[in-house]
């Protein structure tokens, strides 16, 4: 948070990369702070660049625009809405847009789903250490100026899968990727004109997007949908912990 007031001495322009970049490098330091205190590595916090990590960010930016991408239809097409394809966008302005997404997940990532989360898993499980650190990851949006409703219902909802994916592969490059993918996604359409977006959303009847008005359906589906997948991966997992516990004992 801290971070977000240091990214204003920046352009504009830079103003996604500096706030990503300094709250990642804070990330590090406190973790590196606790980890100290613990007599700890940073691997045992899942915080470890390994030969894995390239696949497992690759198979996260897979897993998280399939979700978000999935959720979005539903608003699409229970909504009433079309999208219509951007042909002036460049490559060069939607890496530039989007890049610097990576660090603002991974700054997130640390904070939520490295020390602290594996820290609460080894004390109290994984089920108890997943819903606490989404809960607390739902808090600090909410603190952060979003609205009751985004933040303690998507955020938090997203925080449990993130969470998930975490415990999944005791380490963040996995749900760093989700983080990405699905910032990213809904980063690739706009009601407004488009400028590195890819589309822009569209009554599909023709009338003016001003018309438009969101339903509980389309505002409370596709987030318990995720819910639901989210709840059911967590139980697997935990499950499948206790059957290896099991038979290791």
């Known amino acids: 948070m801290l971070s977000s007031i240091g990214k204003q001495l920046f352009p504009a322009s830079a103003e996604r990369w500096a706030y990503g970049l300094l709250g990642t490098a804070a990330g ?14 940073f691997a045992e916090v899942g915080v470890q660049w390994h030969g894995q990590t390239v696949q497992r960010f690759g198979l996260g930016v ?22 219509q394809w951007n042909s002036q966008v460049s490559l ?14 991974l700054m997130e990532e640390i904070g ?11 004390a109290m499980g994984i089920r108890a250490a997943i819903w606490i650190t989404a809960l607390l990851f739902g808090v600090y949006h909410l603190v952060n100026g979003w609205t009751w409703q985004a933040a303690m219902l998507g955020t938090t909802i997203w925080g ?4 998930w994916a975490a415990c999944k592969q005791q380490g963040i490059a996995l749900s760093t990727g989700i983080h990405f993918a699905a910032n990213m996604t809904t980063s690739l359409y706009t ?22 008005k969101e339903t509980w359906i389309t505002a409370w589906l596709p987030n318990m949908a995720l819910l639901l997948l989210s709840v059911w991966l ?11 516990t099991a038979v290791q004992s």
């Not at 590090?28 to 590595?41: E, G, Y």
């Not at 060069?92 to 997940?105: G, S």
């Not at 449990?160 to 969470?163: K, M, P, S, T, V």
């Open 28 to 41: 590090l330091i406190t973790t590196l702070l606790f980890v100290r205190i613990d007599k700890l590595r």
């Open 62 to 83: 897979l897993i998280g625009a399939l979700v978000m991408g999935s959720m979005a239809a539903m608003v699409f097409v229970l909504g009433g809405l079309t999208l």
């Open 92 to 105: 060069a302005q939607l890496l530039m847009a989007l890049l610097p997404l990576i660090p603002l997940a």
């Open 112 to 122: 939520f789903r490295g020390y602290a989360l594996q820290k609460l898993r080894n």
């Open 160 to 163: 449990l899968l993130f969470a």
């Open 191 to 212: 009601t407004d004109k488009p400028t590195f977006q890819l589309w822009q959303i569209q009554m599909a009847d023709g009338s003016s997007m001003h018309q438009y």
């Open 234 to 244: 967590i139980e697997r997992l935990v499950k499948q912990q206790k059957l290896s």
